[in-house]
Every structure is written in C-alpha cells, then in structure tokens.
C-alpha cells in the first residue's frame, strides 16, 4: 500500500511541479516521467511501473499536450507521440524489471552454492557416522539459515533433529510413507522435504523448515548427505578391517613366538632325562640334572599357559584395553618383571611423573621388557642402560639405550623381522629373533613406531614413539 501511495504521489508531483512551470518543454516532462517509471521497475517491479505508465501517458495528455485540459489530441504528430512515450515506458518497465529479477536469481544461485560449498566441507570433517549423522541437522540448519532440520533414516527407523524441541517425533509414523513414495524435492508450507537415496533405493528423508532453496538446491543437499554417509560407512570399514588385520598379525607373531620358545627347554628336558638315563652319574651330577629338568618345566608350564591364553585371543582376537598409562609407573613395575636386567647392569631411569599415553599396560610391558632384555642381553655386564621419556610436540617418546655391541647398519632394519638375529649375536647370545616383531606390532597397535639409532661397538637407543593424546580417564 505504501509503495503504491509512493508511486503515485511521485507521479501527481511531476506532473504539479511541471504544471506550475510556465513555458515547460513537453520532451522534459516526458523524459521526467519515463525516470520515474524506470526507478518504480527497476526498485518495486514491473506492477507498479506499468500502473504509472499508463497513468503517466494520461496525465501527460492532459496536462501538457495541446488542447490541454482535455483528453484530446488536435496535432496527429502528438499522438505519435503519445504512443512513443506508452510504449518506450512499457518496454523500458520490462527491461529494467528482468534485469533485477536476473540479479536477483543470480545472487540467490551464489547464495545457494556458496551453502552447497560450506555445507560439503562440514560433512567432509566427520569420519564417523554416529557423529555424522547426529551433526548433520544442525550443520544444515544454521547453514542455510533454517529455523529447524531433521534428518530420517529409514534403516533403523532414526531420527535426527536440530531446531524442533523434538516436536518431530510426533510426525515419525509418517516419514517412513513419505520417504519412500516421495519421488524429488518438494515443498510443503514453510517445510521443504528432501528425499535421501542410495543409487535408486530410498534411503530416508531431510526436512528443512524456514529455508528459501530452490528445487536443485535442496535435492542436490540431498545428494551430498547421502554421499557424505556412504563414504563414512566405507571409511569405518576400512578401519575395522585394518584394526581386524593388525590383531591377526599380532596374534600370528604370538603363535609363532610360542611354538619357537616351547622348543628350548624340550630340549633341555630331554637331554638331561636321556642322560640321567644311560649316565652313570652321581649324586651331584644327578642333582644338576634334575634340577635342569625342573626349571625347565617350570618354564614349559608357563609358556603353556601363554599358549592357552593365545589359543583365546585366537578365538576372540587381540583385544587392547586402552587407559591412561603413565610411563614412569609403567617402566617402574617393568623393572620387577625382569630384575635379572639391574642386577648386571647399571639402570638410570629418567621418564618425567606426569608423562603418560593412551595404551593397554600389560601389551606396553612386553615392549619395555623386551627392549631392556636385549639391551642387557647385547652389552657388557655392568654396563649402564638409560631409559629416557619426553613430550616432543604431539609425540611421546620412550628410549632404551646401552652401550653394547650394537647393530650393522644393513641389519638395522632386519632385526624386527621375525626370527631374525643379527649375523654376530646369532650363536653367542640365546634368543628367538621374536622379540622386536612382538614389540614392533604391539607399538603400531598403538598408533605408535618403534625405531633403531645404532652404531656398531658403541650401542643402540631403540624408541617407541607414541602419539600424544588427551589422556583423560582412568588411570592404570
Ligand atoms: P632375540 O633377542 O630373542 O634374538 P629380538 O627380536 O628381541 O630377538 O632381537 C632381534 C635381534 O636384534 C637380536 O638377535 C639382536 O641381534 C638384535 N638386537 C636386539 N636388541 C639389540 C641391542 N640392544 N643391541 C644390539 N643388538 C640388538
């Protein structure tokens, strides 16, 4: 009402302004007049400007064109140009009229990819569908500006919603109908309905309430989510399966490490009971023998019972239990473990109070363990051993160092392949070669890498490097 008020009381001051003017030149008041009408398009649209054009041709008729007073024209030239002055207003009316309206289109389609481009780059930030899916409605609504969005899956029957107050799950009988029967984009009141697929199958549905998208636009949200879910399903199953391929490699080494150390101390039994046997032994030997026999069962017994917890871990997989694991605790209760390790050696131990990861303590304790039995194993007695744990940046570091005999740069990377044991250590020292590919597995279980700085004859830092976590929680 106010713009038609505006429109027309602009006209009825031209045409008075004009009026009042003596001697006034009649292209003047017509070129005044085709300003205001392009001024009505270009800003109000085309009704306003053609209301006045009409009116404008009228006026300009009887008030400037001679006899003036009347509607009629006595020169044949002035009608002439009259219908200049109707038509050239009408024309110029559109024209100005289709320009806003294509700026207009044009600056809702950048609106509208520019939603697009924001909203794909949120969805690409998930890797996980609970917190995708859970995401999602909010995302799109304070994206494209909604008051409220759902989002509902038909497998499980889900639904997710921002905005509602959870006034949706009085609708959720019928979305299951509308999801499967609703063939494209559609608008509904002020609700738009967005149907979800997989390929042809119907996937779900996304409403959006309080929200200008066009067709395209909305169907194209569609896509995207429905994009976006696939490929987070397909990124989980990868994980799963590397997390699935990881605990059987673990498992395989435990085996085989199993299956090599069994052959040890069958050995030693059988050899001693051989000899007690067929030797004329006495008492002392006999003893000596015996007391062979007995130890080496009592290690028999144990690797058993690794066995039997294997033989579970095969039926269940390797499960990890991840806590908060501080490392100076955990290198001290490693010390007990093996305190052969400080009898021969000298151990230092600097690993800061506070300094901890995510990990399971007792897979963690098999690491440090074996890296201080190697480390003692492969330098002089009484020689020192260092344990050394840092922060570097998002890294959390745990070294064993010695000064032993140390390992040829070629063989560097060998030593934790299975079963392999440096060419000079190989007869001299006993061992099976399982030790680091245990180790190395059980670090990687962890996010982490276990690496070797050596030298040849001046000893070797071996180093779990572990990502830095926020270690929140239960404490081991
Ligand atoms: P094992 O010690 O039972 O032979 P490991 O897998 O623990 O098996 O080690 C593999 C090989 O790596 C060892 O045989 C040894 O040659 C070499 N090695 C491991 N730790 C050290 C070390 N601290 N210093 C020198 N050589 C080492």
């Not at 079963?419 to 001299?428: I, K, S, T």
Request: with cysteine; hydrophobic share 40%; aromatic share 6%.
């Amino acid at each position: 009402m106010t713009r038609w008020v505006i429109s027309l009381g602009a006209l009825a001051g031209i045409v008075l302004a004009f009026r009042r003017w003596d001697h006034v030149n009649t292209t003047t008041v017509a070129l005044a007049l085709l300003l205001l009408i392009l001024v009505l398009a270009a800003e109000w649209g085309l009704r306003y400007a053609l209301v006045c054009s009409v009116l404008a041709t009228a006026c300009y008729n009887f008030f400037f064109l001679p006899p003036i007073g009347t509607f009629t024209v006595a020169d044949p030239q002035n009608w002439l140009t009259l219908f200049a002055f109707l038509a050239t207003s009408v024309i110029a009316s559109r024209l100005s009229h289709r320009a806003r309206s294509e700026a207009q289109q044009a600056r809702a389609r950048q609106h509208e990819l520019e939603v697009l481009f924001r909203l794909s780059r949120e969805l690409l930030r998930t890797e996980n569908v609970g917190d995708l899916l859970h995401s999602v409605p909010s995302t799109i609504a304070s994206i494209v500006g909604s008051r409220g969005c759902a989002v509902y899956l038909l497998e499980g029957a889900r639904l997710f919603q921002a905005g509602y107050d959870h006034t949706k799950e009085v609708e959720r009988p019928h979305f299951q109908q509308l999801a499967e029967t609703l063939p494209g984009a559609h608008t509904e009141g002020s609700e738009i309905q967005v149907p979800l697929r997989t390929g042809v199958r119907p996937r779900g549905l996304i409403l959006i309430t309080g929200a200008v998208l066009s067709t395209q636009a909305a169907e194209a949200i569609g896509d995207l989510v429905s994009v976006t879910i696939d490929r987070v399903q397909a990124l989980e199953k990868v994980a799963r399966n590397e997390a699935a391929k990881e605990s059987e490699r673990l498992r395989n080494l435990i085996i085989d490490s199993i299956t090599h150390e069994l052959r040890t101390p069958l050995t030693s039994i059988k050899g001693s009971a051989t000899a007690l046997l067929t030797g004329d032994l006495n008492d002392e030997g006999r003893r000596e023998l015996l007391t062979i026999i007995d130890e080496e069962s009592d290690r028999l017994d144990k690797l058993v019972s690794e066995a039997v917890e294997v033989a579970q871990l095969d039926t269940q997989q390797v499960h990890l239990t991840f806590l908060r694991v501080g490392l100076a605790a955990l290198v001290e209760r490693t010390r007990g473990t093996c305190s052969w390790v400080e009898n021969d050696h000298d151990l230092r131990v600097v690993v800061p109070p506070d300094l901890a990861i995510k990990g399971d303590p007792n897979f963690l304790q098999k690491v440090v363990c074996n890296l201080l039995e190697n480390a003692a194993k492969y330098s002089a007695a009484g020689s020192p051993i260092t344990v050394t744990g840092e922060q570097k940046d998002r890294t959390v570091h745990l070294s064993v160092a010695d000064h032993g005999v140390g390992i040829d740069a070629d063989e560097q990377h060998l030593i934790f392949e299975r079963f392999y044991r440096a060419r000079n250590h190989g007869d001299r020292i006993s061992g099976t070669g399982m030790g680091l590919a245990i180790s190395r597995a059980i670090v990687e279980a962890h996010g982490g890498e276990l690496s070797v700085l050596s030298q040849p004859g001046q000893g070797s830092v071996f180093t779990c490097a572990f990502p830095a976590g926020e270690e929140k929680g239960r404490t081991d």
